[in-house]
């Protein structure tokens, strides 16, 4: 029987005239993401600080409830990925990477999840919005700063 999932992925970028390691660390206080995404109602490290490698966060997001991760990849001000750990996410896999460009930074968000092709497409939609106005913020916060 073929599965009806599919892997979902969303992205989005902007540029913020700031500094690669400025952006880096602002998100790396997982804090900060309260400010400027607009789905994260809480956030918390469950293996402590600092963040590397291996850490482990849950955060609560409207709509979602607790959404727990992992940091699976870690490249020190260029990327952060997380994978989903149970709940409605599980599977999934989420990133921030970051390039150096004349006069500041490319902020990339990603996303990836599993989901059928009639919810896929509608989270898709959301998300890709969503992001958008995200990042938008997060380039306010950190130009005004």
């Given amino acids: 029987m073929a599965s009806d999932n599919l892997n979902v992925m969303i992205e989005n970028s902007i540029f913020i005239r700031r500094p690669t390691a400025d952006i880096w660390n602002f998100l790396i206080d997982i804090v900060n993401d309260q400010r400027w995404r607009q789905v994260v109602i ?3 490290w469950t293996s402590g600080e600092p963040c590397s490698l291996g850490s482990t966060a849950v955060y609560t997001i409207k709509g979602v409830g607790e959404v727990h991760w992992k940091l699976t990849e870690w490249e020190e001000q260029r990327v952060m990925g997380w994978d989903y750990i149970g709940g409605r996410l599980d ?6 990477r970051m390039e150096p460009e004349a006069g500041g930074t490319r902020m990339m968000m990603c996303m990836e999840i599993g989901a059928g092709f009639i919810f896929g497409t509608f989270m898709k939609f959301m998300v890709t919005r969503q ?3 995200d990042l938008k913020k997060l380039r306010s916060i950190l130009e005004d700063a």
Wanted: aromatic share 8%; no cysteine; charged share 10%.
């Fill in 91 to 96: 599977g999934g896999h989420g990133s921030y």
């Fill in 131 to 133: 992001m958008a106005g």
């Fill in 42 to 44: 809480d956030t918390q």
